[in-house]
């Protein structure tokens, strides 16, 4: 059993900024990966920001320089900071990771159930 965790989301103004977490808990032995993804009303589900267990990270192009992507190994817990925030950043963000469970030699996917982020005046 494996459980991820959102929190951290909420209605701020643009140019704002919140802090989004995601903890994973459970049967885990390590994470290889953890993104963060978003769906906004009426538009297809799409990568945020993404980091491996040695560091690398990837972001969309909407966001690169303005959010930060970034994990705590030993508390199994990623975060998005997210700056500078537009309405257009108005969706449900949603935790993804790449969990290795004990006793198992590959890991398997799993999504929290999200936290609505509202960017509005």
């Known amino acids: 059993q494996v459980q991820l965790v959102e929190s951290g989301g909420g209605l701020v103004q643009p140019g704002g900024s919140l802090r989004l977490s995601c903890a994973a808990s459970?049967?885990?032995?390590?994470?290889?990966?953890m993104g963060w993804y978003r769906q906004a009303p009426g538009k297809q589900r799409e990568l945020v920001a993404s980091?491996?267990?040695?560091?690398?990270?990837n972001y969309a192009d909407s966001v690169q320089g303005r959010f930060t992507i970034s994990r705590d190994n030993a508390k199994n817990t990623v975060y998005l900071h997210m700056n500078s925030l537009k309405p257009e950043d108005t969706a449900v963000y949603y935790c993804?990771?790449?969990?290795?469970?004990?006793?198992?030699?590959?890991?398997?996917?799993?999504w929290g159930q999200g936290t609505q982020v509202t960017v509005s005046s």
């Open positions: 993804n990771a790449d969990v290795r469970r004990y006793y198992s030699s590959s890991g398997d996917f799993y």
């Open positions: 459970g049967s885990i032995f390590s994470i290889n990966y």
């Open positions: 980091i491996t267990s040695g560091g690398n990270t």
